[in-house]
Nanobody, 117 residues
Framework: QMRLVESGGGLVLAGGSLRLSCAAS????????MGWFRQAPGKEREFVAG????????DYADSVKGRFTISRDDAKNTVYLQMNSLKPEDTAVYYC??????????WGQGTQVTVSS
């Protein structure tokens, strides 16, 4: 079973940057597409960014295009999310998972991102 552990969140001023990491264990990430999701208080979890096997294709929610970059290091079994030009509306708990699975892997604890204005 895939186990996912997110890290790298924190408190940052608007306009700042953060780099999130998602470390996987139990499965070899190189065989799977992966993505980042987020859930703000009182809202449903939403897709943020996705990356294909081998990293050849990426996809982003309109709200983060041009500001966020997803990448992967299969040798480290890790997926990253570089977040630049952060806005208060990016405040949420961020999670990683496989966006192509009908039933997601068990969700990790997520990592809190708080952007103050």
């Amino acid at each position: 079973q895939m186990r996912l552990v997110e890290s790298g969140g924190g408190l940052v001023l608007a306009g700042g940057s953060l780099r999130l990491s998602c470390a996987a264990s139990g499965r070899n990430l190189r065989n799977y597409a992966m993505g980042w999701f987020r859930q703000a208080p009182g809202k449903e979890r939403e897709f943020v960014a996705g990356i294909s096997v081998n990293g050849g294709n990426t996809d982003y929610a309109d709200s983060v295009k041009g500001r966020f970059t997803i990448s992967r290091d299969d040798a480290k079994n890790t997926v990253y999310l570089q977040m630049n030009s952060l806005k208060p509306e990016d405040t949420a708990v961020y999670y990683c998972n496989n966006p192509q699975r009908q039933t997601p892997y068990p969700w990790g604890q997520g990592t809190q991102v708080t952007v103050s204005s």
